[in-house]
């Protein structure tokens, strides 16, 4: 079962804490050899969701949007970027070069088309830019790719 993921980026702490326990519990959902994370493994839920689903003994497939996609990510999180990257079983590659919203949006679309079943950790708002959470659930849904929302109540980014 591949279950990919979309989600917020620059959550608070507090809303770091409680997402990371609702996506503990989904991948509990779910028999360990048998579970592939489909991740941008971008800081935020997507690392998060691909750390949660290896140390449960499952795999990760890792979509790079862009040649220069690590580049433009936080300088902080490029080591665990790295470690999920030489994790992952397979590698994905849109092809693109430039890391903006349209490669962001077509690497979404690449882990779509890879996915079962599509997490995503969004409020429920449109998407701030193209290429945003609300633009990858869209797309999914579009595509016949179910979506399963996770946020936790009453939060707010």
Known sequence: MRVGI????????EVETQV?????QAVREF??????????????PDAWWAETVLAHGG?????????????NLPEAHWPLYDRLHAAAIEVHHTGM?????AAHMAGSEVLVGLSDLLLAVWD???????GGTADVVAYAERTGVPVRVL???????
């Open 124 to 130: 429920g708002k449109p998407a701030r830019g193209y």
């Open 20 to 24: 990371k326990a609702l996506l503990e």
């Open 59 to 71: 795999r990760l497939e890792a979509v790079i949007p862009a040649q220069e996609y690590r580049e």
């Open 6 to 13: 979309t989600g917020h980026r620059g959550l608070n702490a």
């Open 97 to 101: 070069t430039a890391s903006d919203s």
């Open 151 to 157: 946020w936790p109540a009453g939060a707010t980014r």
């Open 31 to 44: 028999p360990a050899g048998e579970l592939v994370a489909v991740s941008c493994i971008a800081d935020g």
